[in-house]
């Protein structure tokens, strides 16, 4: 069956029904220009998506040498074809005006044009300047979630063994360095347990502090079609904001912002009560049980309920939907990762399923999400502060078998304290002892928490700034060298989603003028800094995409993301293989732990634990004695009070997050015409109740304040739990005449102006959801709406108060197959070799 839709007012589509145990039926969904049919299509070119984490595997159309469309790729296992709304349509930013297509260097205050040997020639200089006077402690790398895997993997070898730097760490910090370090913690290793094919079987799916309908809405999709049919599972929706999950939830809790913890503990407590523990497997398959059940044995639902404003009967109700389960799957984002005592609490969802011995098997297992496209590459490469192959810093047999690899000596991998921080390399920058930072595709000075202070840091006469970026971002205005970067579609590579599956992203296009992809970038760095090895051979050995994953593969050999058994030609044509992949295992791992922990044990583990409360790190010895034969851990915690909660100044609290239709600080999505259109300009939403105490109304122009900044936006009534306000980050100042920042002393757009310096003392991931703030009106609306998209959790709480979100001419075709797809191999002519 075809038909067009309107993906902007209609973003998941129609309905393909199927029942449980069943395959997915497959959709393709196809998105063109305006005058292109695909007859007029010269080449598909195989890629992924880029906007998050979900993979969802595609096909680039080219004509005249530029894209002109995308297809879903309906033999991928990931997507069966369907394609979210930034899929769609957010391949139109690759050709915004505004690329940058030439190096850019600071020259009497302005950044001027220059050609690519200045800009690297100054970049190289400055290295060597600092290397002779200060040592590689001065030098600093930030980076994104966003790279290809080749492109970490070089950064991080030229990072740690050529400049000998502790400083490197990826944007991933503000996303999803909880999810690794919750992983870490239970299983001693960082990998996803589960897979997106849970979805097809399991009876029950909880999701805690996770919209997966605007952060991964193909797979809401896979669980809308579930819903629609036969044996349909019952979801469990933590979340303070209405969401499309919470709305179709069978139990919804909203807790108090800072008290998830809490309320893990009290469903902890209620499902080992009613005796649903399996402790059968808790005995052959884990320790730390008994320090589990005499820590939760006092949060009893009505302690919960005194802290989480959650009823006492709902808890109960939702511990008895997930203690009842037959096979359980659990998703964790970032309403958990941002949040107070963020690890500590998503180690609770781990021990959930645990204690119910609900791992390993179709239907039964858990997914720490990522947020971004390739998080989980930043993180196994090594790039985000930890070893890469996930190696143990703080084992010395670990440290040497990567000097091995790299062929160096141990000592030249930086390795005697834990890696540096995002957070703490900008207050070593603020300090002024790292005197150069390189900023590869993100942007702090809107993505990280204080704005004020990152703008001042960022501008500080003695830190040396580069950014490597595609467009003039508000980073980018305060940098001393700005590098054009080519992105998807310009360039290959290989990256990972968020369930383990590798996907390649062939190139399709040019890059505009003389744009170079990140690993061009990063090569010739390490070429002109000369890093060798200890023979005296280059360090960095290879000299393209592909010769990158055949070095990266080497690096992953024998460890839990082991990729030797992947090849560029393995990927090509054909779906996405989830790693490990290895010869005994040549078609991928569908799911972890199916035979037990052996990544927990002592000798292999990727880190050692540390005190949920505190953040320590546990010595060797004590993991050695906990936990001898390698099983995984259960780790119990006691819930703490926030550090800032709403008083009588601040009334309320404060959370951040994303929409359906933008992505991160907007650079791409912004410049999607379609995208922006659904959610043009920054909004606050506040709960009916508190509209009416406050007498404020939909559209009201309101200033939300904090101790650290303020920010203004149009108001959205919503059903959004009381006491509660709630703004996008993604919109910051590229597209205003306010530059990198609001005027001194005015208030801001940029969400995080509000928000607090303050971290998980285990993840070190930034706190965004935890803030008390006040609220005023500035002017009335008038009748204006807010600019908030109605499709979304953003949905007014009246109906028709607010103009229905339309895409207009945002159609996209959908193909819906009873089974198998237009082409059993490749979901209908491929031609991505060409590409």
């Given at each position: 069956?075809?038909?067009?839709?309107?993906r902007?007012?209609?973003?998941?589509?129609?309905?393909?029904?199927?029942?449980?145990?069943?395959?997915?039926?497959?959709?393709?969904?196809v998105c063109?220009?305006?005058?292109?049919?695909?007859?007029?299509?010269?080449?598909?070119?195989?890629?992924?998506?880029?906007?998050?984490?979900?993979?969802?595997?595609?096909?680039?159309?080219?004509?005249?040498?530029?894209?002109?469309?995308?297809?879903?790729?309906?033999?991928?296992?990931?997507?069966?074809?369907?394609?979210?709304?930034?899929?769609?349509?957010?391949?139109?930013?690759?050709?915004?005006?505004?690329?940058?297509?030439?190096?850019l260097?600071?020259?009497?205050?302005?950044l001027?044009?220059?050609?690519?040997?200045?800009?690297?020639?100054?970049?190289?200089a400055?290295?060597?300047t600092?290397?002779?006077?200060?040592?590689?402690?001065?030098?600093?790398?930030y980076?994104?979630?966003?790279?290809?895997?080749?492109?970490?993997?070089?950064?991080?070898?030229?990072?740690?063994?050529?400049?000998?730097?502790?400083h490197?760490?990826?944007?991933?910090?503000?996303?999803?360095?909880?999810?690794?370090?919750?992983?870490?913690?239970?299983?001693?290793?960082?990998?996803?347990?589960?897979?997106?094919?849970?979805?097809?079987?399991?009876?029950?799916?909880?999701?805690?502090?996770?919209?997966?309908?605007?952060?991964?809405p193909?797979?809401?999709?896979?669980?809308?079609?579930?819903?629609?049919?036969?044996?349909?599972?019952?979801?469990?929706?933590?979340?303070?904001?209405?969401?499309?999950?919470?709305r179709?939830?069978?139990v919804?809790?909203?807790?108090?912002?800072?008290?998830?913890?809490?309320?893990?503990?009290?469903?902890?407590?209620?499902?080992?009560?009613?005796?649903?523990?399996?402790?059968?497997?808790?005995?052959?398959?884990?320790?730390?049980?008994?320090?589990?059940?005499?820590?939760?044995?006092?949060?009893?639902?009505?302690?919960?309920?005194?802290?989480?404003?959650?009823?006492?009967?709902?808890?109960?109700?939702?511990?008895?939907?997930?203690?009842?389960?037959?096979?359980?799957?659990?998703?964790?984002?970032?309403?958990?990762?941002?949040?107070?005592?963020?690890?500590?609490?998503?180690?609770?969802?781990?021990?959930?399923?645990?204690?119910?011995?609900?791992?390993?098997?179709?239907?039964?297992?858990?997914?720490?999400m990522?947020?971004?496209?390739?998080?989980?590459?930043?993180?196994?490469c090594?790039a985000?502060?930890?070893?890469?192959?996930?190696?143990?810093?703080?084992?010395?047999?670990?440290?040497a078998?990567?000097?091995?690899?790299?062929?160096?000596?141990?000592?030249?991998?930086?390795?005697?304290a834990?890696?540096?921080?995002?957070?703490q390399?900008?207050?070593?920058?603020?300090?002024?002892?790292?005197?150069m930072?390189?900023?590869?595709?993100?942007?702090?000075?809107?993505?990280?928490?204080?704005?004020?202070?990152?703008?001042?840091i960022?501008?500080?006469?003695?830190?040396?700034?580069?950014?490597?970026?595609?467009?003039?971002?508000?980073?980018?205005?305060?940098?001393?060298?700005?590098?054009?970067?080519?992105?998807?579609?310009?360039?290959?590579?290989?990256?990972?989603?968020?369930?383990?599956?590798?996907?390649?992203?062939?190139?399709?296009?040019?890059?505009?003028?003389?744009?170079?992809?990140?690993?061009d970038?990063?090569?010739?760095?390490?070429?002109?800094?000369?890093?060798?090895?200890?023979?005296?051979?280059?360090?960095?050995?290879?000299?393209?995409?592909?010769?990158?994953?055949?070095?990266?593969?080497?690096?992953?050999?024998?460890?839990?993301?082991?990729?030797?058994g992947?090849?560029?030609?393995?990927?090509?044509?054909?779906?996405?293989?989830?790693?490990?992949?290895?010869?005994?295992?040549?078609?991928?791992?569908?799911?972890?732990?199916?035979?037990?922990?052996?990544?927990?044990?002592?000798?292999?583990?990727?880190?050692y634990?540390?005190?949920?409360?505190?953040g320590?790190?546990?010595p060797?010895?004590?993991?050695?004695?906990?936990?001898?034969?390698?099983?995984?851990?259960?780790?119990?915690?006691?819930?703490?009070?926030?550090?800032?909660?709403?008083?009588?100044?601040?009334?309320?609290?404060?959370?951040?997050?994303?929409?359906?239709?933008?992505?991160?600080?907007?650079?791409?999505?912004?410049?999607?015409?379609q995208?922006?259109?659904a959610?043009?300009?920054?909004?606050?939403?506040?709960?009916?109740?508190?509209?009416?105490?406050q007498?404020?109304?939909?559209?009201?122009?309101?200033?939300?304040?904090?101790?650290?900044?303020?920010?203004?936006?149009?108001?959205?009534?919503?059903?959004?739990?009381?006491?509660?306000?709630?703004?996008?980050?993604h919109?910051?100042?590229?597209d205003?005449?306010g530059?990198?920042?609001p005027?001194?002393?005015?208030?801001g757009?940029?969400?995080?102006?509000?928000?607090?310096?303050?971290?998980?003392?285990?993840?070190?991931?930034?706190l965004?959801?935890?803030?008390?703030a006040?609220?005023?009106?500035?002017?009335?609306?008038?009748?204006?709406?807010?600019?908030?998209?109605?499709?979304?959790?953003?949905?007014?709480?009246?109906?028709?108060?607010?103009?229905?979100?339309?895409?207009?001419?945002a159609?996209?075709?959908?193909?819906?197959?009873?089974?198998?797809?237009?082409?059993?191999?490749?979901?209908?002519?491929?031609?991505?070799?060409a590409g």
């Amino acid at each position: 069956m075809r038909s067009s839709v309107d993906r902007i007012a209609q973003p998941w589509g129609s309905r393909t029904p199927y029942g449980r145990d069943r395959p997915w039926p497959a959709r393709r969904d196809v998105c063109l220009a305006d005058g292109v049919g695909e007859a007029d299509v010269e080449r598909w070119v195989q890629t992924a998506s880029l906007l998050h984490s979900d993979g969802d595997a595609m096909d680039v159309a080219v004509k005249d040498g530029a894209m002109v469309g995308v297809r879903g790729r309906v033999v991928d296992r990931v997507n069966r074809g369907r394609l979210g709304p930034k899929d769609a349509f957010a391949w139109r930013a690759n050709g915004a005006p505004d690329r940058l297509r030439r190096p850019l260097v600071r020259r009497g205050g302005e950044l001027v044009e220059t050609d690519w040997g200045t800009a690297m020639d100054l970049v190289v200089a400055r290295s060597r300047t600092l290397l002779d006077a200060h040592g590689p402690g001065s030098i600093g790398f930030y980076t994104s979630g966003q790279l290809f895997l080749e492109e970490y993997y070089t950064l991080a070898v030229l990072a740690r063994a050529g400049l000998g730097t502790p400083h490197l760490d990826g944007n991933t910090r503000l996303c999803t360095s909880t999810a690794a370090e919750a992983l870490k913690q239970s299983f001693g290793s960082d990998g996803q347990p589960g897979s997106f094919d849970d979805f097809d079987h399991a009876d029950v799916v909880a999701l805690f502090g996770h919209n997966l309908a605007e952060s991964q809405p193909v797979q809401w999709m896979r669980l809308l079609d579930r819903l629609a049919g036969t044996d349909p599972p019952r979801l469990v929706c933590v979340d303070p904001r209405p969401t499309p999950v919470a709305r179709r939830a069978a139990v919804h809790l909203a807790p108090r912002i800072g008290t998830n913890l809490a309320l893990l503990n009290a469903l902890l407590h209620e499902i080992v009560r009613a005796g649903h523990v399996d402790r059968s497997f808790v005995e052959r398959h884990t320790v730390g049980y008994d320090e589990l059940e005499r820590a939760v044995a006092p949060c009893t639902p009505e302690w919960a309920a005194a802290r989480c404003d959650v009823p006492a009967a709902l808890i109960r109700e939702a511990a008895e939907v997930l203690g009842t389960a037959d096979r359980l799957m659990s998703t964790v984002l970032q309403g958990v990762y941002q949040s107070h005592q963020a690890t500590a609490a998503a180690v609770q969802v781990d021990n959930l399923h645990l204690i119910r011995g609900m791992i390993g098997r179709p239907g039964a297992g858990v997914l720490q999400m990522n947020g971004q496209p390739t998080a989980q590459n930043t993180r196994e490469c090594g790039a985000d502060g930890d070893l890469p192959g996930f190696r143990n810093w703080a084992n010395e047999e670990h440290v040497a078998d990567l000097a091995r690899v790299w062929n160096v000596e141990t000592s030249a991998i930086p390795h005697h304290a834990p890696p540096t921080h995002a957070l703490q390399m900008f207050r070593y920058a603020e300090q002024g002892s790292l005197r150069m930072l390189w900023i590869s595709g993100t942007n702090p000075a809107v993505s990280l928490p204080e704005l004020s202070r990152v703008r001042e840091i960022l501008a500080r006469d003695g830190l040396f700034v580069v950014v490597q970026d595609l467009f003039p971002t508000e980073t980018a205005g305060l940098a001393d060298v700005v590098l054009p970067a080519a992105t998807w579609g310009e360039k290959t590579g290989t990256f990972t989603n968020a369930d383990r599956t590798v996907h390649l992203s062939e190139q399709a296009v040019e890059p505009p003028g003389e744009a170079r992809p990140d690993l061009d970038i990063f090569l010739d760095y390490a070429r002109r800094m000369d890093f060798r090895d200890k023979d005296g051979g280059p360090l960095v050995a290879w000299h393209d995409p592909e010769s990158a994953f055949e070095a990266w593969k080497r690096c992953s050999a024998g460890r839990p993301c082991d990729y030797t058994g992947l090849s560029y030609a393995r990927l090509r044509g054909g779906s996405g293989v989830q790693w490990p992949c290895t010869e005994a295992a040549p078609d991928g791992t569908p799911r972890l732990y199916a035979d037990g922990f052996t990544w927990a044990h002592p000798d292999l583990c990727e880190s050692y634990g540390k005190d949920l409360v505190t953040g320590a790190p546990e010595p060797a010895a004590a993991y050695r004695e906990l936990n001898p034969s390698g099983k995984a851990v259960i780790r119990a915690a006691e819930y703490l009070p926030p550090h800032e909660d709403a008083g009588a100044d601040l009334p309320f609290q404060l959370t951040t997050g994303r929409t359906l239709y933008h992505f991160h600080t907007r650079t791409k999505t912004g410049r999607t015409p379609q995208l922006n259109a659904a959610a043009p300009e920054v909004w606050v939403e506040i709960s009916v109740a508190d509209a009416a105490e406050q007498g404020l109304e939909e559209g009201d122009l309101v200033e939300v304040g904090t101790p650290r900044g303020s920010l203004q936006g149009r108001l959205r009534v919503t059903d959004i739990r009381r006491g509660l306000l709630f703004v996008p980050f993604h919109y910051g100042y590229w597209d205003t005449s306010g530059g990198s920042g609001p005027a001194d002393g005015a208030s801001g757009r940029a969400a995080n102006e509000t928000t607090v310096t303050d971290w998980d003392p285990v993840s070190k991931q930034p706190l965004f959801k935890t803030a008390a703030a006040r609220l005023r009106l500035v002017e009335r609306g008038g009748g204006r709406p807010s600019p908030a998209p109605t499709t979304t959790a953003s949905a007014p709480a009246r109906p028709g108060s607010a103009p229905a979100t339309r895409g207009g001419r945002a159609a996209l075709v959908e193909e819906s197959y009873d089974a198998g797809g237009p082409d059993e191999d490749t979901g209908g002519p491929h031609e991505a070799e060409a590409g």
